[in-house]
């Protein structure tokens, strides 16, 4: 890519964001902020693999913050994605209206912008001039004041558990034990017990016993 800072380009696809912009996602210092519809848009496996490959470690004083639309905790999984985010300690917040942009930006200095994608495909404009990136940040300042955290958004919200994570705890109130829950649901006996664990953390449980309350409480089990 152009050393020229005021150059801003088009790439096709992940792979050539990956080969011409990868780079830039391993080597944030101070900020990296993202905003997308779900934790889907930026899945970039070239570029995630690359950081890794690099070893980067990302500096203590650096902020990660992440914007995303409800839609981002449409299902179980999801919502285990972007708890677990919260838990390495990145800002989520939830922008319960449309995003205007689909957007990473790091450092203040390099905003990359996603474009809706065609035949399964998207473009990414990497924009470099230091007017447009501030523009770009600024945008995203004001969608992320005016957007929840995800904690409140989640307080009072039943989590979108999967017809089995409904039946654990189904189970769990009958008072079965693991081994025989687990060969009703035909898991072995480390997956359910897992599976357990991860329900607990989508109902913000200690226990199985408050996670059997929490469910009632926001009626999971009628």
Known sequence: ?????????????????????GHLFGYAREEF????????????PAVRDQILASRWEPPRELRVCKLYNPRALADEESERRLLAMAGRGVEVRICPTRLPQET??????????AGPPVQGQRTYTVVRSPEVVK????LYWATWE????LAEFRRGRPPALSEQSREILRLLGEGFKDETAARRLGLSLRTYRRRVAEILVLLDADSR??????????GLLN
């Open 1 to 21: 890519m152009s050393p020229d800072q005021d150059r801003n380009v088009t790439l096709r696809g992940e792979v050539e964001l990956a080969e011409r912009a």
């Open 33 to 44: 902020v993202c905003a997308a519809v779900d934790p889907d848009t930026w899945v970039m």
């Open 104 to 113: 990473i930006i790091i450092d203040r200095r390099v905003a990359v912008l």
């Open 135 to 138: 523009s770009v940040r600024s």
């Open 146 to 149: 005016s957007s929840i955290a």
């Open 209 to 218: 016993f408050q996670a059997g309350r929490r469910a009632h409480e926001l």
